[in-house]
């Protein structure tokens, strides 16, 4: 079992940046960040392999996004900037321990999930 501890997050005003961290207890491969809005479905956002050398944005971030991690800490990262309002919701981590063969931005690629973490854009 692999637990995902987040930290960062909270209030910005638009324009402004934040750092999510998501660190695992154990063991992880690939991992990638994901949102939610109030009634919307969860977005993938990132995703990062093992290695590093891997990593896919989804094509609305324009470049905003920021995912990487450090093995050494068993941690990722997702620095975020320029945010908008639209970038309200609840921000989700989740890693896999072995490939499953679903597409990175598939949420049932994952095998464990962080708790969402609020980050609320005000204009």
């Known amino acids: 079992q692999v637990q995902l501890v987040r930290s960062g997050g909270g209030s910005v005003q638009a324009g402004g940046s934040l750092r999510l961290s998501c660190a695992a207890s154990?063991?992880?491969?690939?991992m990638a960040w994901f949102r939610q809005a109030p009634g919307k479905q969860r977005q993938f956002l990132a995703f990062?392999?093992?290695?590093?050398?891997?990593?896919y944005y989804a094509d609305f971030l324009k470049g905003r996004f920021t995912i990487s991690r450090d093995n050494a800490k068993n941690t990722v990262y997702l620095q975020m900037s320029s945010l908008e309002p639209e970038d309200t919701a609840d921000y989700y981590c989740?890693?896999?321990?072995?490939?499953?063969?679903?597409?990175?931005?598939?949420?049932?690629?994952?095998?464990?999930w962080g708790q969402g973490t609020q980050v609320t854009v005000s204009s």
């Open positions: 989740a890693a896999e321990v072995n490939k499953n063969g679903a597409d990175y931005y598939n949420a049932i690629r994952y095998h464990y």
């Open positions: 154990g063991h992880t491969e690939g």
């Open positions: 990062v392999s093992r290695s590093g050398g891997n990593l």
